[in-house]
């Protein structure tokens, strides 16, 4: 045993009482000791070990079929009060969700190990950080979290005898999904998973514990857990401004978090540093602006779509160290995937242990996939060519802007900046995507995800604007807010902006906004950039694809008005009477323009 924390002993105690292990093992981090559980994997097929030449330190998982991704479906939010979890989450009292999940961890360990995973979310004893503990029966869980949090003795040494810690405790038990159960229990700082092998389920320090139940700490201490990546954007000067910015899942957020300047700009003299890419945590500083750390060490990324086009950095991150999970294994123990590099190989082993080959179809004529459209990589965040040297930094780094974002075929312009606070907030509020044919329901459907944080706020969202609302009236140096959006197309369904790099160039406007050095055009839902305002050398663009780009049509937020408002509404009297004062506001602003244009 390698502490001295009682109550940390006393719940190892009485978890492995219900799990009934056949022993527990503590880890501490070690290079020794990450040997000896990869070697044991490999052993049991758990893990493949790779190409070690090719791809050293790498192998590969394979999880249970019916077990790809998280499962929102079976994630509760286990509250004394259903209202205190609000219309954005499952609920269930405490008491039946530590029954229902208990009976299923009960004796699900017998005949295996029950390891103890001390881990640090955030740079081991920064004032930002959170100790959490994972027990789990899982040695592939054992090694992600090695690479995606701060994992060993010195978390234990740090949580000292009293220490405070998030009791986390995993089981794959059957991988039934009948008896899969995420639970959160953020009255008691704990998470409960069971039934489960698919990181974003078991991985707890990740969406359970740095999103969901530090979502609920930080309303009850002033501060934001956040679905944000984080990047440095270096000026010519060598200046570096940081800026954190919500996506939906799947919108390209470590893309944009490691991109790299187009010609354009590089050359004069523009760089990205990569701090996050999916979670950021803020404080208010005594200086009165926003810092920001990403508690995470490691990146779970998506592989498919992964290439030298659109992320040459994490291309270059994941060739080493790296677990893999559910991709295409090749004959010479190297991988593919979808929308890589390489073209198909003529044979491989597929994400579900099959043989394939190029072209072979399901019983439905449909492609059957080599890799899995979710399969991950996960990877040291200190192996990506352009990792920030502040990311062991204790105070993290200043946030000039933040930025949202979705994905909206004709709604909403490339970029515009919120005219303050509150309406920024109201922006994140109403953040939204449309489907895309390769997710699941109607094509083109808008699925609101306010500041991407409703799969991940755990507890009611009403309240939870209301703190973004406080959080503001706290900052005297307050980040300017913005909205982005990638992803217009033409009439054709052509996507009018040409993405990857070429981001950059919004986020420089981004940045002289924030030092009142760039021109905007003032529009009914925001600033938006004069089209000379953005920096296109070296990117040609015609000057009608600029204005497509930055229009705002009226008669389209009319629309979109009527389906926030159906949204707000399931909140009933919870939501802040300011996000409906924005909401108004908007409203007016957009009528007024329509009888402008009726009559000019
Ligand atoms: C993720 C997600 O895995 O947002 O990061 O789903
Ligand atoms: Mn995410």
Redesign the pocket.
């Known amino acids: 045993m390698l502490t001295k924390n009682k109550a940390l002993i006393n719940w190892v105690e009485e978890m492995a009482k219900m799990c009934e292990p056949d022993q527990v093992v503590w880890c501490d981090g070690s290079d020794v000791e990450k040997e000896r559980l990869m070697q044991e994997a490999i052993k049991t097929g758990e893990l493949i070990e790779l190409n070690q030449e090719k791809l050293p330190g790498c192998t590969l998982h394979r999880t249970a079929t019916n077990d790809v991704a ?1 499962t929102e479906n079976l994630t509760f939010i286990c509250t004394s009060k259903k209202e205190d979890a609000g219309p954005n989450n499952n609920w269930m009292s405490p008491e039946e969700g530590y029954k229902k999940a208990g009976e299923i961890f009960k004796q699900s360990m017998v005949g295996r190990t029950m390891y103890v995973v001390p881990f640090s979310m955030g740079p081991v004893g920064s004032p930002f950080s959170k100790i959490g503990v994972e027990l789990t029966d899982s040695i592939y869980v054992v090694l992600n979290m090695r690479i995606m949090t701060r994992m060993g003795k010195a978390v234990l040494d740090r949580l000292g005898y009293q220490g405070e810690f998030t009791k986390c405790l995993h089981s794959k038990a059957d991988l039934d999904i009948n008896r899969r159960l995420i639970m959160h229990f953020p009255e008691d700082n704990a998470i409960w998973s069971v039934g489960s092998g698919y990181g ?1 389920n078991v991985l707890l320090g990740k969406k359970c514990l740095a999103l969901r139940i530090a979502s609920y700490l930080a309303k009850k201490e002033g501060w934001l857990a956040e ?1 944000m990546l984080i990047m440095g954007v270096e000026d010519p000067s060598g200046h570096i401004d940081y800026v954190a910015a919500a996506f939906p ?1 799947a919108c390209g957020k470590t893309n944009l978090a490691m991109l790299i300047p187009p010609e354009g700009l590089k050359s004069k003299g523009y760089r990205i540093w990569t701090v996050g890419d ?1 979670i950021a945590w803020m404080q208010i500083d005594s200086d009165g602006a926003l810092w920001a750390i990403n508690p995470e060490a490691g990146c ?1 990324g998506v592989v498919p779509g992964t290439n030298s086009k659109t992320n040459p950095n994490a291309m270059a991150m994941i060739r080493k160290d790296t677990i893999y999970t559910n991709v295409l294994l090749k004959p010479d123990k190297t991988l593919w995937w979808e929308d890589g590099d390489d073209s198909a190989p003529p044979e491989g082993i597929d994400w579900q242990g099959r043989p394939w080959k190029p072209g072979l179809l399901d019983q439905n004529g449909k492609p059957i996939d080599g890799a899995h459209p979710n399969s991950r990589f996960t990877a040291p965040i200190a192996n990506c060519p352009s990792v920030t040297n502040r990311l062991e930094h204790h105070h993290g780094v200043q946030i000039s802007a933040i930025i949202f974002g979705g994905r909206r075929a004709h709604l909403a312009p490339l970029v515009y900046e919120a005219f303050d606070w509150p309406h920024g907030v109201f922006m994140g509020a109403t953040m939204a995507s449309e489907r895309t044919a390769a997710q699941y329901g109607k094509q083109g459907e808008v699925r609101r995800d306010p500041m991407a944080m409703l799969p991940f706020c755990g507890y009611n969202m009403a309240d939870y604007f209301d703190h973004w609302l406080e959080m503001g009236r706290q900052m005297t140096k307050p980040p300017k807010i913005f909205n982005v959006n990638w992803f217009r197309t033409d009439e054709s369904g052509n996507f009018l902006w040409p993405g990857y790099g070429e981001n950059l160039r919004v986020l420089e406007w981004i940045i002289d906004r924030t030092k009142d050095k760039a021109k905007a055009a003032k529009t009914p839902i925001g600033y938006v950039p004069t089209p000379e305002s953005l920096d296109m050398t070296g990117l040609d663009l015609s000057k009608e694809t600029m204005e497509h780009l930055l229009e705002v049509n009226p008669k389209d937020w009319e629309e979109e008005l009527e389906s926030i408002s159906d949204f707000f509404n399931q909140f009933g009297d919870r939501l802040p009477q300011l996000i409906w004062d924005e909401y108004e506001a908007l409203c007016s602003r957009i009528k007024k323009r329509i009888e402008n244009y009726a009559h000019p």
């Open positions: 998280r974003g679905h899942s999916d779970f």
